[in-house]
C-alpha cells in the first residue's frame, strides 16, 4: 500500500486532536471568569468506587470523553484501585448524567454524595488524573484485596450497633473534623493526615479484635 506524506499529516492531525479533546486547553483564569459569568444551576457531587481497573489510562479517557459532552467539571482521580470523583454537574442534567454513571457496571448503583448549601461553582474545569492511588493511605495494595470492605450500616443500625457495650467507634477523620462533632464515645485519633491514623488506629485495636466496630467518616471513603 502506498502512502502520502498527506495521509500521514493528516492522521497525525485527527490523533492530535483526538487526544486534544480529552484534556482541557484553556486557560484557568478565562475558565474562572467564564463560570462565574455562567447563570445555569449547578450541582456538587462526590463518589468513589474501590475497583480493580486492569486499564485506568483507558478507562480515564472514555470517561473524560462522557463527562466533557455532559459538561461535567470537577477533578477525578482513577487508580488500578478503582475512582475517587468530586466534580460539579448542571442540575438539568443530572438524571442523564445518573444514568450514563450507572450505565457503567461496576458504578451501577453507586452512593453519590450530593453538597448542600453549595451553588455548584466549586470547579471551573475537568481534570481526570490517572495515579498510583485513589486515596494517599501508603498502604501495600499487594498485601490486601482492597475491593474486600466491610459493610454498610443505615441510620438505625448504626444506632443499635452504637448503643452495644461490645462495640467500638472510630472517628476516621482528621482531628480538626472530628472537634467540630463526633459521636458519643467514639475514639479519634490526633492526627493531621489519613495516613497517620490508619497506624494509630491498627494499635489502638490491636486487642479489641473481638468486637463489633463501627466506623465513620465524611463521605465513606477512608472507611
Partial sequence: MFVTRASID????QFIQARMALYNRINGKELKEKLQHLQEERTTVSFYKYH?????KAFRDELYSLFDQL???GR?????????AQISVPTSSFETFRSQLFSISFLNGIRLNTAVDDNGK???????????KIVADG????T???????KHVNAKEFNELAQNPETLIVDMRNHYES????FKNAICPDVDTFREELKVVEDLLEKEKDKNLLMYCTGGLRC
Fill in 71 to 73: 459538561h461535567i467539571l
Fill in 122 to 132: 466549586s470547579f471551573f474545569k475537568l481534570k481526570i488524573l490517572v495515579r498510583n
Fill in 179 to 182: 472537634e467540630v462533632g463526633h
Fill in 144 to 150: 490486601f484485596d482492597v475491593t474486600n470492605r466491610g
Fill in 10 to 13: 493528516y492522521l497525525c492531525d
Fill in 76 to 84: 477525578i482521580y482513577v487508580a488500578h484501585e478503582g475512582i475517587n
Fill in 52 to 56: 480493580q481497573l486492569t486499564d485506568p
Fill in 139 to 142: 498502604l501495600n495494595d499487594a
